[in-house]
């Protein structure tokens, strides 16, 4: 499991390079071959016995955060999100800026805010970084326009749950490791794309279909849990401990329903818990996979994790772990894919 | 023909689910085509051969708007979300097909206070949906989480005025289908998709575009029509002027060549016509346009009142009319 060493990492969409060395450095000497695609993707093949069909597994590197868009006159720094960021989670949070930089989001303290300005949703517009400098002179030597910004959670794992930042997708992404570390030889390729841009549009997915030609596709995330306490359980998109969360639709893709009957009957047979994910809201690399090309039918299995776009997000390890489970034997049955 | 609409319109098909709207589609075109196949997504492509050795494409989507079942309480009622642009107006009191049950769609509120704010500000979010189960086991049974539903509506004949839902775009499988009825020896090779997941975000014509890349190629869609009360006033569309050939839309512009040689072939064989600019909406042609290196493609459209409700309605003037441009064009077009 990779998910401290993953979360920890600074990759914005965009500026996945770290993650992406990352991830090539733990693999490279266990796949057959590596490549980096002309937009950034990691793209590592398991070679089959038989080398006739192809299984593709994918998740994204990139997560969301902020952009430099300026250095203020008085050192501070002007920014914009990157992917969906809710301006309400990044008030008073500690930040760094392009790998070096330690800097802290800064808002009005509660002593000097009238009553109505509490709760009122702050706009982007109306932050800064602060990174402890005086001009724009003294910050210009430390960052520049266009750095990337994310936030510094460190992971940590308390009663079989683990809290970080970016599960949305370093938890597909770790997931995919453990496999690559697990696996043995199948009759068919297995290949495995670590995606950049998935937070800014399914951008590195739409040239990987063309590129692999795979006959089926995974895509392996870290979706949304929504179970909080206030609301009503007919309303959550998952429920973390329940399992893997298996999308039968979200935005701009109905999944195949012969490869959610496959991941769903494989899950049976195994005695793994998963789990229906209950809302169709968002958006997956998987309408990608089968919208360029000729189409690549693609299914969709999420590690449930709460409170995700934010500083900080929880997941539970028994889905983490039923996750890399429940791929590996969809890869053991790999072949009721192809028929 | 109207049989032939009126049994594609009452088919289930929301996006994902187009299986049964293609075994119809297939059974009309027995013997009027050379060949078919299903892709990887789902599409149903068929074709005529012809002799010039071009290729003209013509597109119906096959699914249809829908909602799909995302969560089920202790007490077997269900709550939906929606598949493509449904509206909730029309599905307070109305009834959902499911595959192995109907339900009825109505809106919760505890107080009247809270029922008059659900109803002016309706969302499926206050909104379930009753099978008559009483707990969560039962309903799962026959209405489990992932289920897509579609209007419980029946097709209906007010004169020349033909009522359904689904109308989007099941009169444009129709009109495809009979285009090919009456094809003899076609000039240029014809090649129909009936495509998948059009609702949703037109996702199975970017893979058949892709597939085929013919040198042209026209979706027949519905549009909006302003001739009731009160109606959209940018508008010019309105039913019974003909089919109307879509200048723009939201999501594309038709390629020029292939709207001048419609209006070109109408005039000539004295077919009606009009001219759509939709401010609004989308249709598959913006997908051909952008997939593979590029189709020419644009829109011909039958006008619908009610789109997206169970009760679209169209004139069947205009499906006949559409049907005779399109043999023009895929004859002489290219």
Redesign the interface.
Known sequence: MYLKELTEIGGVSGDESRVRDFIASKIKDKVDETHVDKLGNLIALKKGKKNGKRFLLAAHMDEIGFMVTNIEDDGTLSFSPIGGVDPRVVPGKRVKIADKVTGVIGYKAIHLQKKEEIFKVPAFENLRIYIGTDSKEASSKLVNIGDSVVFTTEYREENGRATGKAFDDRAGCSVMMDLIDNIDRYDFDVYFAFLVQEEVGLRGSAVIAEQIQPDVAIVLEGTTAGDNPEVP????ATHIGDGPAVT??H???????KV?QNIMSIAQKNGIPYQ?K????GGTDA?RL????????SGVISVPSRYIHSPVSMIDLNDYHNTVGLVEKILDEGEVFFK | MIETIRKLAEAYGP???EEDVHRIVLEELKNHIDGYKF????NLIVWKDGKSGKKVMLDAHSDEIGL?V????KNGFL?V???GGVPPHPYVGQRVKFPQCTGIVYVEGETSQDMKKNFSNLSF?VMYVDIGASSYEEAQKVA???T?GVYDSRFMQNGDFLTSKAMDDRVGCAVVIEVLKRLNSPNNTVYCSFST?EE??L??A??AG??IMPEACIAIDVTASSDTPKAFKRHAMVLKKGPAIKVKDRASISDRKIVDKLIELAEESGIPYQMEVLTMGGTNAAAFQATASGIASATVSIPTRYVHTPSETVHLDDIKNCVNLLIEYVQKGV
């Not at chain 1, 209950?278 to 809201?281: I, S, V, Y």
């Not at chain 2, 892709?39 to 789902?42: A, C, I, L, Q, S």
Request: overall charge positive.
């Open positions: 359980e007919y309303k959550w039968f639709m935005r701009g893709y109905v999944v195949s329903s959610v229906a209950r809302r169709t809201a309408a089968a919208g360029t090309w000729r189409g690549v039918p | 996006s994902g689910r892709d990887r997504v789902g799909v995302t969560n089920i309480d709550r979300e929606t598949v979010d489990p989480i992932g897509f997941q949703i975000g996702m199975g970017r893979v892709y597939d």
